[in-house]
């Protein structure tokens, strides 16, 4: 989770994509809790590869792991250099069995991981499979070849980047030697570069098909995949917080409201998600993530995105603002 999150500023300006929040958890954290749910057995260790994210993010990384009854650990990826440069950064943590996850994407899946097989691939068709490390398979349904970013139609079946290995020392083997000797594809050293050679010598990898795969690479995607979380845990977000205050207003389901939040003469929802401490005043807000700390004054809104500490009035329809900024049309 390293990356500059470019695509989703000028929120990630002050904050880590992964720590964005999703239906009030940072995404970071239910990756975790979702991997942990099929992992189907106690998680002893969760590693986070960052940038230099600052002592409090990686407090609260290492509180994560914690919830989870397990160790965390924090490495560093000064430079990015692909992918299996960037899981090499935490080699020291590589043993046994591992779940290696880029913390950018949110999926939901219904079975049990195989922890029989060499390894297992989470993968979803898409209709574009250019934009993504793909896979072919056997009759069998084992994988037979892993192709970064085809540019000519080879398979559907894009890599979602979440990839388990009953032995973390065999991946850092091939891993260690594609850098070794400089191996590089688009001038980075790539993940399927290992998985292939790992392939070559016998290793058997299986499928992972998950039900729902929800990118949260930009505003807009990180948006639908707000609402869709919403609507997937309905039940526990129609739960409000004692302390929201709201006031002749109407909220449509599914929302998630934090603590202290104030409501008044508005209609909020549906997928919205608004964090702590923000106040709503005379707007009508829908399929929109808000942070904590923002007001929103006469927002008539869709598909927009806030941030922390910001300030909002006016009437435009869809806005991507970010931290501690302030947009007013009312007073011009």
């Known amino acids: 989770m390293a990356g500059r999150g470019s695509r989703l500023r000028p929120h990630t300006l002050t904050v880590p994509k992964p720590l964005i929040p999703i239906a009030g958890k940072p995404i970071v954290q239910r990756l975790v809790e979702d991997i942990a749910k099929v992992a189907g057995e106690e998680i002893e260790e969760v ?12 407090k609260s990384l290492l509180q994560i792991a914690e919830r989870l009854g397990a160790k965390g650990s924090i490495y560093h990826q000064e430079e990015a250099l692909g992918t299996a440069h960037a899981i090499k950064c935490a080699e020291q943590s590589m043993t046994g069995n591992v779940v290696v996850a880029f913390a950018d994407t949110l999926f939901k899946a219904d079975f049990t991981l195989d922890t029989n ?11 574009d499979p250019s934009a993504f490390g793909v896979v072919k398979l056997d009759d ?24 388990y290995f009953n032995s973390g020392e065999k991946l850092m083997s091939e891993i260690n030697f594609i850098m070794d000797n400089d191996i590089k594809v688009g001038g980075e050293y790539q993940l ?40 997937y845990e309905m039940e526990e977000m129609s739960h409000f917080p004692a302390s929201a205050v709201i006031e002749n207003s109407l909220i449509i389901q599914p929302c998630f409201i934090g603590e202290n939040v104030k409501i008044s003469n508005s209609k ?20 929109s993530l808000i942070q904590e700390n923002t007001k929103i004054n006469h927002g008539n809104l869709s598909n927009s995105m806030i941030g922390n500490s910001a300030q909002y009035f006016g009437v435009a329809r869809e806005i991507s603002l970010g931290d501690y900024s302030v947009l007013d049309f009312l007073s011009k």
Do not use: H
């Not at 097989?117 to 209709?127: A, C, N, P, Y």
């Not at 069998?140 to 990839?163: M, N, R």
């Not at 016998?202 to 992972?208: D, E, H």
């Open 192 to 231: 399927t570069t290992a998985l292939e050679n790992l392939r070559q010598k016998g290793a058997k990898f299986s499928l992972g098909k998950v039900d729902d795969w929800m990118d949260c690479g930009n505003k807009n995607a990180t948006v639908e995949t707000n609402s869709k979380i919403l609507a």
């Open 47 to 58: 590693a986070f590869i960052i940038g230099d994210f600052g002592p409090e993010i990686e």
């Open 140 to 163: 069998y349904g084992f994988i037979t070849d892993f192709i970064e970013k085809p540019q000519t139609f080879v398979s559907d079946l894009a890599i979602i980047g979440i990839y």
């Open 268 to 287: 909020v929802g549906p997928g919205v998600s608004l964090g702590n401490n923000t106040v709503i005043v005379n707007s009508n807000i829908e399929n």
């Open 117 to 127: 097989s060499d390894g297992v691939i989470w993968v979803k068709k898409v209709e």
